[in-house]
């Protein structure tokens, strides 16, 4: 039976990646994740880990996520938490903004089955037409869900995994305030659904 919003367990989940170079993708040197129980945020359930990884990080990436090779020589790899990440996804829905590079790097995992996802990217553009711009921090922004973040995440900082996945979580919560949407199913903002106005 598919929960109701009201009722569901969701999981926002976020990659930061190493930066493509030299025509290759990036690989993911960070993970965040963040769980909503009956439309509350569960901070006990907050999960960061920096990622290892072979390749190198670009300057790019650097600056933008201030993760250094350092930050990296001491973490697990992506395999390696397969049974935390398991664990915490597995039968639940999942949160991203702009889900693309979360699936991608989760097919390190064939048929892990995770899923099904809601996208906050694709749900922003739907709610809020006409934003100059529908990146994470500048619809939290418009949301006037800053400071909010902060009070849940007091180290939050943007393009840290963790910080992002609660960001995606807090503006899904939004959303769904918004739209009046706790009694509806999960499966009405499904990732590639329109929503109805």
Same mark, same amino acid.
């Not at 945020?41 to 090779?69: C, E, M, Q, R």
């Not at 906050?120 to 921090?137: E, V």
């Not at 619809?139 to 900082?157: A, D, G």
């Given at each position: 039976?598919?929960?109701?919003?009201?009722?569901?367990?969701?999981?926002?989940?976020?990659?930061?990646?190493?930066?493509?170079?030299?025509?290759?993708?990036?690989?993911?040197?960070?993970?965040? @994740?963040?769980?909503?129980?009956?439309?509350? $945020?569960?901070?006990?359930?907050?999960?960061?880990?920096? %990622?290892?990884?072979?390749?190198?990080?670009?300057?790019?990436?650097?600056?933008?996520?201030?993760?250094?090779?350092?930050? $990296?020589?001491?973490?697990?790899?992506?395999?390696?938490?397969?049974?935390?990440?398991?664990?915490?996804?597995?039968?639940?829905?999942?949160?991203? +903004?702009? +889900?693309?590079?979360?699936?991608?790097? %989760?097919?390190?995992?064939?048929?892990?089955?995770?899923?099904?996802?809601?996208?906050t990217l694709t749900l922003?553009?739907?709610?809020?037409?006409?934003?100059?711009?529908?990146? $994470?921090?500048?619809?939290?922004?418009?949301?006037? @869900?800053?400071?909010? %973040?902060?009070? @849940?995440?007091?180290?939050?900082?943007? +393009?840290?995994?963790?910080?992002?996945?609660?960001?995606?979580?807090?503006?899904?919560?939004?959303?769904?305030?918004?739209?009046?949407?706790?009694?509806?199913?999960?499966?009405?903002?499904?990732?590639?659904?329109?929503?109805?106005?």
């Amino acid at each position: 039976m598919i929960p109701l919003f009201k009722n569901a367990s969701l999981v926002a989940i976020d990659f930061e990646s190493s930066g493509e170079s030299a025509g290759e993708a990036g690989v993911p040197i960070q993970i965040g @994740l963040a769980e909503m129980k009956s439309l509350q $945020l569960d901070s006990t359930s907050f999960f960061s880990s920096y %990622l290892k990884t072979n390749s190198g990080i670009t300057k790019v990436a650097k600056k933008i996520h201030g993760i250094t090779p350092t930050d $990296l020589q001491e973490a697990p790899s992506l395999l390696e938490l397969w049974p935390e990440l398991q664990r915490r996804l597995q039968g639940r829905c999942l949160v991203a +903004h702009g +889900h693309g590079t979360e699936r991608r790097f %989760l097919r390190a995992f064939p048929m892990h089955g995770f899923g099904p996802w809601i996208d906050t990217l694709t749900l922003s553009r739907q709610f809020f037409p006409g934003l100059s711009s529908y990146s $994470l921090s500048d619809v939290i922004e418009h949301c006037n @869900l800053t400071q909010e %973040l902060r009070t @849940l995440h007091p180290n939050f900082r943007w +393009h840290e995994a963790l910080s992002d996945a609660i960001a995606s979580l807090l503006l899904l919560l939004h959303l769904i305030q918004t739209g009046n949407l706790a009694d509806h199913p999960v499966s009405f903002l499904i990732a590639g659904k329109t929503f109805p106005r």
